[in-house]
């Protein structure tokens, strides 16, 4: 494929927006979650409603936030709530049709760590944690996650479970006692996976296009299995590639400005 | 009663060593100010409380504050790791680094228990997140009416809460609003508390139910302009997203970390904070 | 999504014989004008809850549609007992009602928790109290840090909420400021939910922080322009404390309730509300 | 005593507002407490923080409410919350210093009965119930209590434990674990009570200007304790008394109106 039109990442994005239905409640996770998911709002799925940590309910920003709390989430809200209320009326309390998330390390059932590389004691990396991502896979109807493939990212085994995706596959999650469907779809740069109906296991569904199943593997840490019906994924429409780009663009110059942190920065 | 007095007494009159203490803010108002003047004061052994320790937390930690850290996520938001924090953990430099580590939403339930005079806290979650076999504050209790069993974790009690808020009146009661946090929580969750604020006015002329501190539930207010920065004030100015970026750099390097707190922070008062915000009040 | 329709077709596809059902308002906003309508559309066999059962759970009692009530304060305030509840607890008139009783601070906890998706509320509470004797719904748990033992009651979880409130836009989105009670609890902790608004604007130009149901978070929103007589809406009208003190003698007797009813409810309809606020609107 | 200046009912009131303190913060109970706690507001405690039930906080009313959620309440508070926050953060948060209660019935160690006259199953009469009482009761620094002096309403055995006093009395209290000091203070129409430091039975340390001994036995249901040396409230002063008068004659006519309850009333 010589001069493609878009980019792997942005392929990546609008796969994911496109999961996203207009009367969703959307849990939205920091980084590539927050542009898929505002790309639906902004193209087919107008009426979403994105909740952000922060407790920003229904916002609609016109850059995306750098952090999950930025002015700009509240100034567009339909109202914005504490903290305690957004973890127990609104995730808790069950009203999250979709929580998206993204991952450091990601295994072939959806469990994700964001916590620690190497032992948790003695990290190696000592990655930030889990943030608001044990509850939100836990208490929203669905999870959807969304991540670049890597051999360090999609690996054999986590090292660490900051959330609970389907464990060790089958039925593990209801055998805690948790009754929402936890991990139902991956995007990646690449690929779209979604579990099998009986072991959980993440299988590709759709290539994006002119990415092969090598390119997938190549990128995958865990040996992929594949659907026996794989579909291409449909590419980005004009619409969508000027939604994602003019987004980003917005984005990048509301960041940017000139850092001033300080005289001997 | 609310005191009205500058920050360097505040800080003094509050803040000991070996206190627990939470410096809260929810990427908004964060009390960058306050935690500027505990490190000109030189605090030692402390144990710091926050669900989102970001660039402050990562300053007390590289200057050797702190001793223990209860919190949920200790990032950079959208930038990265905090790299001090990391030294610590990983290498422990300029010393070692006990972490209890929560989900968001334990923590936000602890805070709320806490204000709410329980010692503990009781909600659904941790089901199977590892941290819920690490932490030993990671208990459960069963319900008493369908069996279920829920994830508790105890109360957020800080010896000592400071927060940042756009303003108070001049009988000190202290209004926030936009991106609350848990800052109401931390406040009256604490057995003292320090708010700085962007103003003090003569009527705060709120909505009937906006988020008040009655002034009987404050300790110490601080009018420090800017005082957030470069997290931001809503109805102010805006978040500082450039420095932000900027810190990855200044944090990745010990001795560029040095000099750095140096220039900016010893050798610095709380009256900088106004010049900071200046570019960005247009934005808020 | 929120549906605007008429208030009795609200309450026909919402309300059925045999529901829990909360009509919830402390001393502001009681949807008196719903639970009207529910007492010409005749349902049956009721559980109904509230923390301040007032007039009209003394109406709906005295109409013989109510099975059970859970509550935690049943009276007139500032003028006496419900004559109608009474007549019911007492000599089972028109029919027996059973009664689950809670504090206040249960209720509201029970509440609390039936909007966090909860199966039971936590709290500090009834020691020594004799209600936890009488009612097998107060349990306890034991805090797993401190050993302490704190009450436990199940979490409120109606089929249907009805409340009152200031107004909705156009999308559906509610506004509720003043006195909040319990209602947006009410609301998130029932399967189907029905407001009733003054009014129907355009944008509700809100605080950042206003108590607020999004559209997506209630069922129907029918206008009803003082749908809360006697009891007040914050900026609207007034709280008719004359008639709350008028219903004792109304109350006192089984006919003249039976013709007062029949006059002022069964052969009224919504639209009588309005006037009835009309001179306390200056009150406001 | 030819002529009184002042009613029973004005002295009892008086002197309940005399135990409160400027820097109170105290949970108004309906009726008595309310007033009593609004002519303190208004003579010499102007800072005391006075908090109703409905969620308002710092409350100043110019008419006393007929109900605990009127809006002139709302009106003139520092800030309104939601009832849950008011029980959970305000109340339980151990914040408040003076619970101040009214009573149906009375026992001798502060025990409060607002639920029921007769077996809780079968009542004689069936009162409100106890609302915020049973938690007032336990979570409050003090709790003072205030009621009219009658055979009826201070008895020897209340029939049904609606908030808990001093139980049987003694350190009962600290038995069941609760913290907090219980009834300290009794005002009725006729006398002050204080708890006997041991017992913790209610006993009379002032007489009403004018009251007998005799008077206060003749309208109690129990045998009254006397202390060794007993005062005489000062009766009310202009100030009190004019303010007290005022505040009633400004709710008499803000509550009555012209009642319109439909057509048949």
Known sequence: ?265 | MAKFQPLADAVRDNLNDGDVVAFEGFTHLIPHAAAHEAIRQGRKGLTVIRMTPDLIYDQLIGMGMVKKMIFSYAGNPGVGLLRRMRDAVENGWPQPLELEEHSHAAMANAYEAGAAGLPCAVFRGYRGAELAQVNHNVRSVTCPFTGEVLAAVPAVRPDVAFIHAQKADRKGNVLIEGILGVQKEAVLAAKRSVVTVEEVVEDLDAHPNACLLPNWTVGSICQVPGGAHPSYAHGYYGRDNAYYIAWDKIAADRETFSSWMEENVLNAGPEVFADRVGKLRSAA
């Open chain 1, 1 to 265: 494929m010589s001069g493609p039109a878009f980019t792997p990442d942005e392929m990546m994005t609008v796969a994911a927006s496109r999961a996203l239905k207009n009367d969703d409640v959307c849990f939205v996770g920091i980084g590539a979650p927050s542009a898929a998911c505002n790309v639906a709002r902004l193209t087919h799925a107008p009426d979403i409603t994105l909740i952000y940590e922060s407790g920003t309910i229904g916002t609609a920003p016109d850059v995306l936030p750098l952090s999950i709390g930025d002015g700009e989430l509240c100034d567009t809200a339909v109202t914005t709530v504490g903290v305690p209320e957004m973890f127990r009326y609104w995730l808790q309390g069950g009203r999250v049709t979709i929580g998206f998330l993204g991952a450091a390390q990601l295994d072939r059932f959806g469990n994700i760590n964001t916590t620690v590389i190497g032992d948790y004691a003695h990290p190696r990396t000592r990655l930030p944690g889990g943030g608001g991502a044990p509850e939100i896979a836990g208490s929203s109807g669905e999870i959807f996650i969304t991540m670049k493939q890597s051999l360090r990212g999609m690996v054999e085994r986590i090292d660490f479970f900051t959330s609970f995706g389907h464990g060790e596959g089958g039925d593990h999650r209801q055998r805690l006692g948790i009754e929402t469907k936890g991990p139902t779809l991956l995007i990646t740069d690449l690929a779209i996976w979604r579990p099998d109906p009986q072991t959980k296991e993440f299988t590709v569904v759709s290539l994006h296009p002119g990415v092969t199943k090598d390119e997938v593997q190549a990128t995958c840490g865990w040996t992929v299995k594949f659907a026996d019906h794989i579909e291409e994924t449909p590419p980005p429409t004009d619409l969508e590639l000027t939604t994602l780009r003019d987004l980003k663009a917005r984005t990048k110059a509301a960041h940017e400005g000139r850092p001033d942190p300080g005289k001997a920065a």
